[in-house]
């Protein structure tokens, strides 16, 4: 069922800002949410994303479990979590993207692990995690490049892999030496022509990793940036032909850094910027 209401405080802004618009501009459609899916905290919980036409979303059931929701503009209809995915608090946790013509999700089965899943309209289909990853499985930080869909495993062992699904097969691509023990860490972005990764390395400072589709290739964190739990963290950019990406400084504090394919370039945090924990920070 739908319903028509009136939000007074938008209306009341909009107004004043948007004079020219009448009355009937500031109505907004309410989609009620379905029986079963009301209870406090539970409902529409986000992930939308548009495929073959139709608006696609997560929503939460009564008991928790969590559900993928197709919206055609009139109807919202279920499409309930498969078996041995449907326990409370499982189900469909999002990342939604298409790739190669159907929708790809990630869900948690009722014993905590974690599995890609493809929407082809139809049929959800599980694609189960490699062996050695089957314990925990599928991360997120889903990208498209070079015709291949790279997401992220968390190994058996608790590490962390780029993995690489071509359409049929899962296929690992093993964390470099050096890194092996906690790997990747995801904030994947495209430039100039190659995937670029967050890595932990083992004494546990952050680097930026480059992908080619052949080999991964480690980019250490300068002089300053390298001490534990300091480097790489994240926030990656491409503007006027550089990458941009935010590093924390041995000092405490973070800093902008430019990589323009083979020198990174500290630009350092003003004075009265640069304080620990200050600086460029989330």
Not at 129 to 147: H, L
Request: glycine share 10%.
């Amino acid at each position: 069922m739908k319903k028509i209401v009136h939000v007074w405080a938008v209306l009341l802004c909009t107004a004043f800002a948007y004079p020219q618009l009448s009355a009937q501009d500031y109505l907004l459609e309410f989609i009620e949410t379905p029986t079963g899916y009301d209870d406090p905290n539970r409902g529409y919980q986000g992930d939308p994303i548009i495929y073959d036409g139709k608006l696609y979303l997560r929503y939460a059931d009564n008991s928790g479990n969590r559900q993928l929701f197709v919206w055609d503009g009139a109807t919202l209809t279920p499409i309930p979590s498969p078996s041995g995915y449907d326990d409370p608090n499982h189900g469909y946790i999002g990342n939604p993207i298409i790739y190669d013509g159907k929708l790809y999700l990630r869900y948690e089965d009722n014993n905590g692990n974690y599995d890609l899943f493809s929407w082809n309209g139809t049929t959800l289909t599980p694609i189960p995690s490699p062996m050695d990853y089957e314990d925990n499985g599928y991360e997120g930080e889903p990208i498209i490049y070079n015709d291949k869909l790279y997401l992220r495993y968390r190994h058996n062992d608790f590490h962390v892999d780029l993995m690489a699904w071509d359409g049929s097969t899962l296929t690992p691509i093993p964390s470099p030496m050096g890194y092996e023990s906690n790997g990747y860490e995801g904030n994947p972005i495209i430039y100039d022509g190659k995937l670029y990764l967050r890595y932990w390395y083992n004494d546990f400072h952050y680097d930026l990793m480059a992908w080619d589709g052949t080999t991964l290739t480690s980019i250490p964190s300068p002089m300053g940036y390298d001490s534990n739990s300091h480097g790489y963290y994240a926030n990656p950019i491409v503007f006027d032909g550089k990458l941009y990406l935010r590093y924390w400084h041995n000092a405490g504090q973070y800093d902008l850094m430019a990589w323009d394919g083979s020198t990174l370039t500290p630009i350092p945090t003003p004075a009265g910027y640069d304080g620990s924990n200050k600086g460029y920070n989330i």
